[in-house]
C-alpha cells in the first residue's frame, strides 16, 4: 500500500510516509518537534486515523490514549464486539474490565457507526465499527499520585475468582483498611469492581495510598 500511495501523491510535500512497527515506532520525537514547528500562536495536535488489523488494536489503543499531548482524536475502525466494549462505560455488565477504566481514565470514547461484514473483500466473519477517542489533556487526567500504581490497583480489582474488593486488594491493605475506604467513598464493604466506576476507582485508591 505505501508504494501505491507513494506513486500517486509522493511529489507533494503535504504527505510524508513512513513505513515502521507502530508498536516500536517512536511517535512523540517524531511528532513533538514537528508538532511544535506549527504551532505559532497555539498548540497544535495530530489526529490518528487508522484501520490496522484487529488484532494490534488494543495495543495500539494502549499505546497511543496517553499520547494527549501528541494527538487530539484517534478514529479506529475496530471489530464491531471490540468497538461496543470500549465505548460502553456502563458497570455491571460482564463485559466491563480495566480496559475500559483505562479508555475512561485517558478519553472520551464515542461508538460512531457499525461497518457490515459484506462492506469488505474478502468478506471476514465478523462486523466492523468506526470508534473515536477524544485525547484528554495531563491536566484532565483523573488525580492519581502514580498512574501505574493505579492502573496496577485496578488490574489487581479484577483478579480472582470471586472479586470483592476487600479480598483481591488484600495485598495492598488489610482487609479492614479496603472496608473502611469503601465505606468513606459511600460504597459497600463487599463491593467488587463492577460497582465502580473510574470516579470511585480514583477515589479507592487515593485513600488506600495515602499514609
Ligand atoms: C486492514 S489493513 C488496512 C489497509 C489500509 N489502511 C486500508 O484501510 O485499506 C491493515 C494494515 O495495517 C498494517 N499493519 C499491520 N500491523 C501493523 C503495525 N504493527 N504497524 C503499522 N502498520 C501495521 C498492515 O500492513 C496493513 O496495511
Do not use: W
Not at 511544535?36 to 484501520?51: L, M, Q
Not at 475496530?78 to 468497538?83: I, K
Amino acid at each position: 500500500m505505501a508504494t501505491l500511495v507513494n506513486d500517486r501523491f509522493g511529489s507533494t510535500e503535504q504527505l510524508k510516509i513512513i513505513e515502521e512497527d507502530i508498536t516500536k515506532f517512536n511517535v512523540r520525537s517524531h511528532f513533538l518537534p514537528f508538532l511544535e514547528e506549527k504551532s505559532r500562536h497555539s498548540k497544535k495536535y495530530a489526529k490518528v486515523v487508522s484501520n490496522l488489523p484487529f488484532n494490534v488494536s488494543t495495543d495500539v489503543v494502549k499505546l497511543l490514549l496517553p499520547m494527549g499531548d501528541v494527538f487530539s482524536v484517534m478514529v479506529l475502525l475496530l471489530q464491531d464486539e471490540t468497538a461496543l466494549r470500549l465505548a460502553d462505560a456502563s458497570i455491571q455488565t460482564p463485559e466491563y474490565r480495566p480496559i475500559n477504566v483505562f479508555v475512561n481514565f485517558y478519553s472520551e470514547p464515542e461508538y460512531k457507526l457499525k461497518v457490515e461484514r459484506t462492506n469488505f473483500f474478502p468478506q471476514p466473519k465478523v462486523d466492523g465499527a468506526v470508534i473515536s477517542f477524544k485525547l484528554k489533556n495531563a491536566g484532565d487526567y483523573p488525580p492519581v499520585g502514580s498512574h501505574k500504581s493505579f492502573f496496577s490497583m485496578v488490574n489487581s480489582a479484577f483478579n480472582g475468582k470471586r472479586k470483592m474488593l476487600r479480598k483481591s486488594l488484600q495485598h495492598l491493605c488489610s482487609s479492614s483498611e479496603i472496608e473502611a475506604a469503601l465505606t468513606s467513598i459511600g460504597l459497600l464493604v463487599t463491593a467488587r469492581p463492577s460497582d465502580l466506576v473510574l470516579d470511585d476507582f480514583v477515589r479507592l485508591h487515593n485513600h488506600l495510598t495515602k499514609t
